[in-house]
RNA sequence: GGUCCCAUCGUCUAGUGGUUAGGACGCCGGCCUCUCACGCCGGUAACGGGGGUUCGAAUCCCCCUGGGAUCACCA
């Protein structure tokens, strides 16, 4: 039986600016794919475009891999580090006559493609040094020396065969007149050396496909296997971009989106599994696969994320949710490990939360010292009416044990025979006084949670200002 | 413009010749109820158009239309 050989998979970013969620889901197929294959996932960063690439760039890539959980096997590999390498095999290309130096300039490029045009011809390079065979010179670079008959295929696994005719290509450039390779050579000889034999990347790359499987050809090296997955587009259908909202994955994290939320819709745009739409992290890894990689472009949908968010949360194990809650909860001043049980919080937040911001905001009342009522609950609630139930609730909670939910609701019927009131005329001013706001987790949750103190003293104040709306 | 790709509810999608075209988000009702959520029940809404092939097409073929990608010494 021979064995199936190890899949090896990557994600080739360039450190040019944030990591966008739709380059996280090329990142996050990859690493599905390895993961689910039991292969290895390599990391390299592209950073030959010297005038774009920054450090700050690349910590931002590490920074949102690591949030979305995404590990790799080996690397980071940087390009820049590895240019005697691409020299070594751009010394073959060029002794078996697969490359030639060329030393026209970029405005002799220029002209000839006004000319080629204005001939109704492609604006493509004309081949003036392809025969000469010149020696390296200073400034000169190197080009590929194309067939111009024939044609190439790529056997792509997600979109099926493609076919191009080989006279449409040009002969492109290898290396830079300043020693640097371009993109299409270096990744070719990155592939190869780093041994990657499934290369799943975004649908803007077909066309440099047929260029790249040249390149393989020329150093007679085994073609990896090739799946382009379709753009993710914005409302208006055109490429996602800031203009539709926030597209960096760092920008979720920190509007309180949970990674696996993340992960689970990026995957889920353009990957299905028949009519499943949550799955947790290693559910994916379980059942991803390429087959299933739909063929055409997808809309992001914040919409549809936020809802997918809120499952995740409600999913969550609560003290999963102390670690990352936590930063949110910082910026109100807050401090996890103190005041009220953090866990019986969190529990009552889970299903009203469509995020971890939006949780640590709802949770600010727990542990505030100081209620400010919003205006409209005060006007509506906060008034005479209440002040009789408010006084005897009180009473009964003072003089009520432990505050368990059984005990409390025989405070609050002992309070509804009393006062001759219903539940919700006496919850709703209650409500306000301890939360300063007209909607919250169940009444009978929040005061056990509270903690009888500061529940009496909050019904206290409410009734305080309650009664200095008379005088 | 050349080349290439794509086309099922508003959106993400299931569907691989015979289904009342299914699910999810959103939206609209209802139930539950101490408020708000959650949950549950129900509803809204799609095969871009035209030709074929076939007893029968969302499914196969062609054309049109529409969208997208790409045409660098960027990646």
């Known amino acids: 039986m021979k064995p199936m050989k190890q899949v090896i998979t990557r994600f080739p970013p360039s450190p040019t600016g944030f990591l966008h969620v739709g380059n996280a889901r090329t990142a996050v197929f990859n690493w599905l794919y390895a993961r689910h294959m039991q292969g290895k996932f390599v990391l390299r960063i592209e950073d030959t475009d010297r005038q774009r690439s920054t450090q700050k760039a690349i910590d931002v890539i ?66 003036t040094c392809r025969d000469k065979d010149l ?66 990347r ?24 090739f799946g382009h997955v379709p753009m993710v587009l914005g409302k208006d259908r055109t490429r996602f971009s800031k203009r539709h909202g926030a597209v960096s994955v760092t920008a979720y994290r920190d509007m309180g989106y949970l990674p696996d939320a993340m992960l689970n819709y990026l995957v889920r745009l353009g990957w299905s599994h028949g009519d499943q739409e949550f799955f947790s992290r290693d559910e994916l890894i379980n059942v991803f696969d390429i087959e299933h990689i739909g063929r055409s472009a997808g809309v992001f949908d914040p919409e549809k994320l936020l809802a997918l968010n809120a499952d995740h949360i409600q999913a969550t194990p609560t003290v999963e949710l102390f670690k990352p809650l936590s930063p949110f909860l910082i910026k109100h001043g807050i401090n996890i490990e103190e005041g009220p049980d953090a866990q019986s919080v969190i529990e009552t937040l889970k299903p009203r939360s469509k995020t971890l911001k939006d949780m640590a905001e709802q949770a600010i009342f727990y542990y505030a010292d100081d209620i400010t009522y919003e205006e409209q609950a005060a006007q509506k609630f906060l008034k005479p009416a209440a002040l009789e139930p408010m006084r005897v609730l009180t009473d009964q909670l003072e003089v009520l044990g432990e505050f368990t939910e059984k005990n409390l609701e025989d405070a609050f019927k002992a309070t509804m025979e009393q006062t001759g009131l219903k539940l919700g005329k006496i919850a709703q001013p209650v409500r306000v006084a301890l939360t300063g706001k007209t909607a919250s987790p169940g009444i009978f949750e929040i005061i056990s949670i509270i903690g009888k103190d500061r529940v009496i003293s909050r019904l206290k104040k409410a009734i ?4 200095g709306l008379d005088g």
């Open 135 to 200: 020696a390296k010179t200073e400034n000169a670079v190197v080009r590929f020396k194309a067939p111009q008959v024939g044609t190439t295929v790529v056997e792509d696994v997600i979109k099926g065969n493609i076919v191009f005719q080989n006279d449409e290509l040009d002969d492109f450039v290898l290396v830079r007149g300043d020693g640097i390779p371009t993109y299409n050579f270096a990744v070719v000889i990155d592939d190869i050396t780093m041994n990657v034999n499934t290369v799943i």
């Open 202 to 225: 975004g649908d803007d790359h077909v066309m440099n496909t047929p260029k790249q499987m040249l390149i393989y050809k020329a150093v007679s090296s085994p073609l990896p296997v």
């Open 62 to 127: 590490f920074e949102s891999l690591e949030w979305l959980g995404i590990d790799w096997d080996e690397g980071p590999f940087y390009q820049t580090q590895r240019l005697d390498i691409y020299n070594e095999y751009l010394e073959k290309l060029i002794q078996s006559g697969h490359a030639y130096y060329c030393t026209c300039t970029p405005e002799e490029i220029e002209a000839m493609r006004k000319k080629a045009m204005a001939s109704g011809g492609k604006p493509r390079y004309d081949g």
């Open 464 to 467: 305080c200002f309650i009664e």
